[in-house]
C-alpha cells in the first residue's frame, strides 16, 4: 500500500487546475444505461471511483474506455439486464445509482448493497420511498436489493430528508416513467443540475433542477451524444482552503465560482482575499485570519465534503470556532488523527468546539474516509516537520493526482510504497 509524505510550511504559490466533479461522474457514467447507445463523456476525473464504474458497466456487458485525458466512449446498447449481485457495487456509494437507471431501462435491478465512505448510517429510505411511488417493487435480502417494476408510472414525491442520491436516482426512473413526475423538497447541488442536463441533452425532460422542485415528463427514448461533466467543487475548495493554510496564494482554474460561494463567503470573513476571473479564482493569504462558526448544510449551504479541510484550517487559527456537522452523524473520526498533530479540537455529537493553536505539528496520521483523507494532507502541508499519511487508497478514490498537483505548487509531497524507508530527505 502507499503513503505520502509531506514536509509542511510551505507557502502553496501558483496555478492549479481542477478536474470534473466526482460525483458528478458517478452519476452521469450510470445514467448512460438509460440511453443504449453510444455516450462521450468528458472531463471526467480519472480517478479510482470513476475506474470501478467503467468496471461495472463492463461486467454488466457493456463497453466503456478511458482515456488519460478523462474521455471515456461508452456503449451501453449490449447491456441486456442490471444484475450485479457479485459484490462490485460495494466498492463505492454511487453504485445505488444503478437502481434508478436499471430501473428505468430494464425495470428490474439486482445489486449488492452500495459501499462508500463510512460516515454515518446512509440509509436509502428516501431512494426506495421515490423509487416506490412510481410503480416499483423492492426486496431487500441478506445484502442484495432488488427492484422490479411492471411499469413505472409518474407520481408526486415528496422527500423527508433532502438527499442528493434520492433526487438523481428518482429523476433517472422518472426519465421513462408514463406522464410526469414531481420531486419536491428535491435536492439543488450541482450534480443534481449536471446529471439532468445530460439526461436533457440526451432527449429527457426534465425540469427546475437546481431548484427544490423538479419535474419530469417521461420520454419514450433517449439518444446518444457527448457531454462535459462539471468542474469538481469539493477539489476546487479543498485547494482554496489550502491556500488559507499554508498562507498561500493560489489561482484555482477550471471552476464554476457560482458553486464554491459558501467556501468563498467564509474564507472571505476569516479574512482572506479573493478575486473572480470569469472560470477562476485567486485566493491569497494578506493577513491574519479569524475564527468563524460553520454548519454544514445542503447546497447553497456549506458542504459537508468540505466540512474536514475547514475544521483543519480552523484548528490553525487563534480562538476561538465551532463547527456542526448537520448532515453525516459521523464524519468527525478524522480529528482523532489531528490532535496526534497538536490541534485543540473537542468534539461531542455532531459539534466540534476548536481552540486554534499557533502550529500543526508533523505526525503519522491515518486517512479515515476520502475527505478527511484530503484534509490530513492539508493539515500536514502546514505543519512543521515532516509527516506521513497512510490509508490514502481513500484519497485515490476522489482526488486526481493529488500530489502532483500540490509538488507544482510548491508543497514537499512524495507517494512512497509502505515498505520504503521513511526518510525526510526522501522528498527534497
Ligand atoms: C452524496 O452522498 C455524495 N456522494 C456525498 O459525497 C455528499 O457528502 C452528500 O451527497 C451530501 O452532499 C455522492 O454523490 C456519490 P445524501 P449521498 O443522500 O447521496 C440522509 C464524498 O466524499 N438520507 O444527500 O449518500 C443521509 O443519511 C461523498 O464525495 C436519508 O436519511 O448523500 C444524510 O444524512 C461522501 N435517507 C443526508 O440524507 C436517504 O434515503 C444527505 O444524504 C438518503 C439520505
Same mark, same amino acid.
Given at each position: 500500500?502507499?503513503?505520502?509524505?509531506?514536509?509542511?510550511?510551505? !507557502? %502553496?504559490?501558483?496555478?492549479?487546475?481542477?478536474?470534473?466533479?466526482? /460525483?458528478?461522474?458517478?452519476?452521469?457514467?450510470?445514467?448512460?444505461?438509460?440511453?443504449?447507445?453510444?455516450?462521450?463523456?468528458?472531463?471526467?476525473?480519472? #480517478?479510482?471511483?470513476?475506474?470501478?464504474?467503467?468496471?461495472?458497466?463492463?461486467?454488466?456487458?457493456?463497453?466503456?474506455? %478511458?482515456?488519460?485525458?478523462?474521455?471515456?466512449?461508452?456503449?451501453?446498447?449490449?447491456?441486456?439486464?442490471? /444484475?450485479?449481485?457479485?459484490?462490485?457495487?460495494?466498492?463505492?456509494?454511487?453504485?445505488?445509482?444503478?437502481?434508478?437507471?436499471?430501473?428505468? !431501462?430494464?425495470?428490474?435491478?439486482?445489486?449488492?448493497?452500495?459501499?462508500?465512505?463510512?460516515?454515518?448510517?446512509?440509509?436509502?429510505?428516501?431512494?426506495?420511498? @421515490?423509487?416506490?411511488? +412510481?410503480?416499483?417493487?423492492?426486496?431487500?435480502?441478506?445484502?442484495?436489493?432488488?427492484?422490479?417494476?411492471?411499469?413505472?408510472?409518474?407520481?408526486?414525491?415528496?422527500?423527508?430528508?433532502?438527499?442528493?442520491?434520492?433526487?438523481?436516482?428518482?429523476?433517472?426512473?422518472?426519465?421513462?416513467?408514463?406522464?410526469?413526475?414531481?420531486?419536491?423538497?428535491?435536492?439543488?447541488?450541482?450534480?443534481?443540475?449536471?446529471?439532468?442536463?445530460?439526461?436533457?441533452?440526451?432527449?429527457?425532460?426534465? !425540469?427546475?433542477? @437546481?431548484?427544490?422542485?423538479?419535474?419530469?415528463?417521461?420520454?419514450?427514448?433517449?439518444?446518444?451524444?457527448?457531454?462535459?461533466?462539471?468542474?469538481?467543487?469539493?477539489?476546487? @475548495?479543498?485547494?482554496?482552503?489550502?491556500?488559507?493554510?499554508?498562507?498561500?496564494?493560489?489561482?484555482?482554474?477550471?471552476? #464554476?465560482?457560482?458553486?464554491?460561494?459558501?467556501?468563498?463567503?467564509?474564507?472571505? =470573513?476569516?479574512?482572506?482575499?479573493?478575486?473572480?476571473?470569469?472560470?477562476?479564482?485567486?485566493?491569497?493569504?494578506?493577513?491574519?485570519?479569524?475564527?468563524?462558526?460553520?454548519?454544514? %448544510?445542503?447546497?447553497?449551504?456549506?458542504?459537508?465534503?468540505?466540512?474536514?479541510?475547514?475544521?483543519? +484550517? %480552523?484548528?490553525?487559527?487563534?480562538?476561538?470556532?465551532?463547527? #456542526? =456537522?448537520?448532515?453525516?452523524?459521523?464524519?468527525?473520526?478524522?480529528?482523532?488523527?489531528?490532535?496526534?498533530?497538536?490541534?485543540?479540537?473537542?468534539?461531542?455529537? $455532531?459539534?466540534?468546539?476548536?481552540?486554534?493553536?499557533?502550529? +500543526?505539528?508533523?505526525?503519522?496520521?491515518?486517512?479515515?474516509?476520502?475527505?478527511?483523507?484530503?484534509?490530513?494532507?492539508?493539515?500536514?502541508?502546514?505543519? &512543521?516537520?515532516?509527516?506521513?499519511?497512510?490509508?490514502?487508497?481513500?484519497?485515490? $478514490?476522489?482526488?486526481?493526482?493529488? =500530489?502532483?498537483?500540490?509538488?507544482?505548487?510548491?508543497?514537499?509531497?512524495? !507517494?512512497?510504497?509502505?515498505? &520504503? =524507508?521513511?526518510?525526510?530527505?526522501?522528498?527534497?
Amino acid at each position: 500500500m502507499a503513503k505520502l509524505l509531506i514536509e509542511g510550511g510551505n !507557502r %502553496l504559490r501558483g496555478k492549479v487546475n481542477i478536474s470534473g466533479f466526482k /460525483n458528478a461522474a458517478l452519476a452521469i457514467i450510470p445514467a448512460t444505461i438509460l440511453t443504449g447507445s453510444v455516450c462521450v463523456v468528458e472531463n471526467l476525473p480519472v #480517478i479510482q471511483d470513476v475506474i470501478v464504474y467503467q468496471d461495472i458497466l463492463k461486467k454488466l456487458g457493456g463497453e466503456a474506455s %478511458l482515456s488519460d485525458s478523462g474521455t471515456m466512449v461508452i456503449d451501453t446498447s449490449k447491456i441486456q439486464a442490471c /444484475n450485479l449481485p457479485n459484490g462490485l457495487t460495494k466498492k463505492l456509494r454511487a453504485s445505488y445509482y444503478l437502481l434508478g437507471a436499471g430501473l428505468g !431501462r430494464f425495470k428490474e435491478v439486482t445489486i449488492s448493497y452500495p459501499g462508500g465512505c463510512d460516515i454515518g448510517l446512509r440509509p436509502i429510505d428516501q431512494h426506495v420511498k @421515490g423509487l416506490e411511488a +412510481l410503480g416499483a417493487v423492492f426486496e431487500v435480502n441478506d445484502g442484495l436489493i432488488k427492484v422490479s417494476a411492471e411499469k413505472l408510472i409518474g407520481n408526486k414525491i415528496y422527500l423527508d430528508v433532502v438527499s442528493v442520491g434520492a433526487t438523481i436516482n428518482i429523476m433517472m426512473a422518472a426519465v421513462f416513467a408514463e406522464g410526469k413526475t414531481v420531486i419536491e423538497n428535491a435536492a439543488k447541488e450541482p450534480h443534481v443540475v449536471d446529471t439532468a442536463n445530460f439526461l436533457n441533452a440526451m432527449g429527457a425532460n426534465i !425540469r427546475g433542477a @437546481g431548484t427544490d422542485v423538479i419535474r419530469i415528463t417521461g420520454v419514450q427514448e433517449l439518444h446518444g451524444g457527448t457531454y462535459s461533466v462539471i468542474p469538481d467543487q469539493v477539489e476546487a @475548495g479543498t485547494y482554496m482552503i489550502a491556500s488559507a493554510v499554508t498562507k498561500g496564494d493560489l489561482i484555482i482554474n477550471n471552476i #464554476i465560482p457560482k458553486h464554491l460561494e459558501p467556501v468563498t463567503a467564509k474564507l472571505k =470573513e476569516m479574512g482572506m482575499s479573493i478575486e473572480e476571473y470569469g472560470d477562476s479564482l485567486r485566493v491569497h493569504y494578506e493577513k491574519e485570519l479569524v475564527p468563524v462558526n460553520i454548519k454544514t %448544510l445542503p447546497y447553497p449551504g456549506f458542504p459537508t465534503d468540505l466540512q474536514q479541510p475547514m475544521t483543519v +484550517l %480552523l484548528s490553525t487559527v487563534k480562538g476561538e470556532s465551532i463547527v #456542526i =456537522e448537520s448532515i453525516f452523524e459521523n464524519r468527525f473520526r478524522y480529528i482523532e488523527e489531528l490532535h496526534k498533530m497538536g490541534a485543540n479540537i473537542k468534539v461531542e455529537g $455532531r459539534v466540534a468546539a476548536i481552540s486554534g493553536i499557533e502550529k +500543526l505539528k508533523s505526525a503519522e496520521v491515518k486517512a479515515t474516509d476520502l475527505r478527511a483523507g484530503a484534509a490530513l494532507v492539508v493539515a500536514c502541508l502546514a505543519a &512543521e516537520g515532516v509527516s506521513t499519511v497512510h490509508d490514502i487508497y481513500h484519497i485515490d $478514490r476522489g482526488y486526481e493526482f493529488i =500530489e502532483n498537483k500540490f509538488m507544482n505548487l510548491g508543497a514537499k509531497i512524495r !507517494r512512497v510504497e509502505d515498505d &520504503e =524507508e521513511n526518510s525526510a530527505e526522501m522528498i527534497r
